[in-house]
């Protein structure tokens, strides 16, 4: 089983930054994906960013809306995801969910966390 807890969310103003860590514990994968999706109050859970990894390789994919914006990486040695987040808009408020899966980056993976709170005001 793979634990995942998220945090780094808050309330920020359009065009700042911020940055969402989620840390996987548990059972943990040296070859995997993890990935960030996010839930605007009445709309359904979107695909953020994801990204495919190995000791060899890490592959970033990213929504459109968010392409240029933000950056997904990982820290393998603390087994920790991250999310940085510039040029937050208005619309990118919604609750962000960690997800991890030993190969799938879409809204089948496997593992989630609780999600955590972004809230940007314009």
């Known amino acids: 089983q793979v634990r995942l807890v998220e945090s780094g969310g808050g309330l920020v103003q359009a065009g700042d930054s911020l940055r969402l860590s989620c840390v996987a514990s548990?059972?943990?994968?040296?070859?995997?994906?993890m990935g960030w999706f996010r839930q605007a109050p009445g709309k359904e859970r979107e695909f953020v960013a994801a990204?495919?990894?190995?000791?060899?390789?890490?592959?970033?994919y990213y929504a459109d809306s968010v392409k240029g914006r933000f950056t997904i990486s990982r820290d393998g040695a603390k087994n920790t995801a991250y999310l940085q987040m510039n040029s937050l808009k208005s619309e990118d408020t919604a609750v962000y969910y960690c997800a991890a899966d030993e190969s799938s980056i879409d809204s089948q993976m496997k593992y989630w966390g609780q999600g955590t709170q972004v809230s940007v005001s314009s």
């Open positions: 990204l495919r990894y190995s000791p060899i390789f890490s592959i970033p």
């Open positions: 548990g059972r943990t994968f040296s070859t995997g994906a």
